[in-house]
């Protein structure tokens, strides 16, 4: 379906990634700050769900934390993960509402880039089946691009993240890109979610794309909790999302 500009928005919610809590925690090896009590302030704050990332050298998010955040939240989680059989394994033990795949190398700091859904379709194809026919929506996070979109859905993918970054980062054609990306995803009967370097000044446009139900928001909000507090920020950043949806035009 296509939404006119006159279409009513439909819900937009907010998915707090928590994985730089674990980050602070780990600086020290010890049990604080803990990503759970962070996860749990946040749903208290108004996310509507918690995201985590397990990366393959666990830098931030380990096992322990995922089992424990299926345990202790009752809001959807969200599983970020590499297309590996391991990951695919502990997803399949752990059963989160969704797994979102994503491309990482070990030396990246963050994921730098969208997953190559059209150039690994054979290899993602069977991992998307496995994890769908587990009851997980599976989510790809995708740069705003054309072919990249068309293979998600080619490969029954449930929803695509649009990969924002670029557009963080000020690239001229980049809102273009995202906008354009979000109606051809819709138009394909994929969810559409977006989400990377988003903060309070740059998520507005974002959150103004009709076809966009989710943002994944985690770098900025936990630093910017050290200021004001993870429920403040939290709560203020679901303002500047409500007020844009509203307002798009602002
Ligand atoms: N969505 C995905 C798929 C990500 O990999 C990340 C970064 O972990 C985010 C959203 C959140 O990005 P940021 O931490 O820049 O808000």
Same mark, same amino acid.
Do not use: W
């Given at each position: 379906?296509?939404?006119? $500009? ?27 700050? =803990? ?15 918690? %995201? ?16 424990? !955040? ?5 809001? $959807? ?14 997803? !399949?033990?752990?059963? $989160? ?13 963050? %994921? ?11 290899? !993602? ?79 507005? $446009? ?23 507090? !993870? ?10 999302? =409500? ?8």
């Amino acid at each position: 379906m296509t939404l006119s $500009p006159a279409s009513p928005a439909r819900a937009l919610r907010l998915g707090v990634n928590i994985d730089h809590v674990a980050t602070v925690r780990n600086a020290r090896g010890g049990t604080h700050p =803990d990503p759970v009590a962070a996860a749990i302030a946040a749903v208290a704050a108004g996310a509507d769900g918690i %995201t985590a990332h397990l990366r393959e050298d666990r830098r931030h998010i380990r096992d322990a934390d995922l089992a424990r !955040l299926r345990a202790e939240i009752a809001a $959807p989680l969200n599983m970020e993960m590499a297309a590996t059989d391991e990951m695919v394994a502990i997803a !399949l033990d752990l059963r $989160p509402h969704a797994c979102c795949i994503v491309p990482e190398r070990r030396a990246e700091i963050t %994921t730098e880039g969208g997953l190559d859904v059209a150039g690994q379709a054979a290899a !993602l194809a069977p991992q998307v089946r496995v994890l769908r026919e587990a009851g997980i929506r599976v989510s790809l996070f995708v740069d705003p691009d054309p072919a990249q979109i068309a293979a998600s859905a080619a490969i029954g993918a449930a929803v695509v993240e649009l990969h924002t970054g670029a557009y963080a980062e000020g690239r001229a054609g980049e809102y273009e890109r995202l906008r354009r990306a979000a109606a051809q995803a819709d138009e394909a009967g994929l969810e559409v979610h977006a989400g990377h370097g988003l903060t309070y000044g740059n998520v507005g $446009p974002i959150a103004a794309l009709p076809q966009v139900v989710e943002l994944n928001i985690g770098h900025f909000l936990i630093g910017q909790a050290i200021f004001d507090g !993870l429920a403040a920020t939290v709560a203020r950043m679901r303002q500047c999302m =409500d007020a844009a949806r509203k307002f798009p035009e602002l």
